[in-house]
């Protein structure tokens, strides 16, 4: 399993989302630069906005895809670091 890399993610808007995988600690912003702060478990991913609204989803090979809330579709990839 990957401990560090950078995520690049989009929603159903076509938003970007940047951040970083670091060990389990998924480091992410939004669009407004808000703070997104989760964690790895296997390959399960639970992550909370800045309103503390819990976001779920998965990571598969480097393919992340996650929910939100309101079931919305969030996806993209982790860019493993070398």
Request: charged content about 25%; aromatic content about 14%; glycine content about 10%.
């Amino acid at each position: 399993m990957a401990n560090s890399g950078r995520i690049e993610l989009w929603d159903k808007n076509s938003n970007y989302i940047w951040g970083a995988l670091k060990g389990n600690k998924i480091h992410l912003y939004d669009k407004d630069s808000n703070y997104i702060w989760g964690t790895l478990n296997g390959n399960k991913i639970q992550r909370y906005d800045k309103n503390s609204n819990y976001i779920w989803g998965t990571l598969n090979g480097t393919k992340i895809q996650l929910y939100d809330k309101d079931s919305n579709y969030i996806w993209g990839n982790l860019r493993l670091d070398e």
